[in-house]
């Protein structure tokens, strides 16, 4: 069945520098790709999305890139801040239609004061 | 705007006691809802999507179940909980934006099964 693997599971970078998690998918007609963060004892919140006729897309200090051929995407954060520890979750679907979302399992992100 | 609620908010059952988890989402007309479980330090799992009243596809066989009696609610539900049951419980509705579909989670039902 369909699968996204998501490294790593934990990351700590020093505050100010830049964090990176990797996505991997296999279901090749997955065309829409969120991106997640679930805060301690809360529910995830949709953070950006990339689909598939796109190659990288911003938005302030986070920016997601994809690579179709290779089926990889990646989450950047740039000068990280306190408030960016949470656990990141990928996921992918196909969206033209109302399909089911596959989310990784997650990164734990620590930032080092 | 949109808006989605759960309730409770936390629960601590026993073994074999009935479940009861409520989903209500404002601000949309015929949402695909969803129920995902999230056990500690894990990942999403899907249990239940439903596209319409009455329309329950199930993920993953269990002594859960699911209903939506009406179109912006969702119920999950068991008859005699387990102890792997416990877990953080996530409602999410999933909305159109251009060609594609996004989804928005609620806040969460921690449960615990003692």
């Known amino acids: 069945g369909e699968n996204v693997e998501q490294h790593p599971s934990t990351l700590s970078v020093q505050e100010g520098d830049s964090a990176v998690i990797k996505c991997t998918y296999s279901d090749s007609a997955s065309n829409y790709f969120p991106w997640y963060k679930q805060e301690l004892g809360k529910g995830p919140q949709l953070i950006i999305d990339?689909?598939?006729?796109?190659g990288e897309k911003k938005d302030q200090r986070i920016a997601v890139t994809l690579n179709k051929t290779a089926k990889h995407f990646s989450l950047h954060i740039t000068e990280t801040q306190p408030e960016d520890s949470a656990v990141y979750f990928c996921?992918?679907?196909?969206?033209?239609?109302?399909?089911?979302?596959?989310f990784g399992s997650g990164t734990r992100l620590s930032i080092r004061p | 705007s949109q808006t989605i609620h759960q309730w409770p908010a936390t629960l601590v059952q026993p073994v074999g006691s009935p479940l009861s988890l409520e989903c209500t989402v404002e601000g949309t007309s015929n949402p695909n809802l969803y129920w995902y479980r999230q056990a500690a330090g894990r990942g999403l799992q899907l249990l239940f999507y439903s596209v319409g009243i009455g329309q329950i596809s199930s993920e993953v066989p269990q002594n859960l179940s699911a209903s939506r009696p009406q179109d912006r609610q969702f119920i999950l539900s068991s008859k005699k909980l387990l102890l792997s049951d416990s877990g953080f419980y996530l409602c999410a509705w999933e909305g159109r934006r251009g060609k594609a579909y996004e989804q928005y989670f609620g806040p969460g039902t921690r449960l615990t099964v003692t």
């Open positions: 996921a992918a679907s196909r969206k033209s239609s109302a399909s089911k979302i596959i």
């Open positions: 990339i689909r598939s006729n796109v």
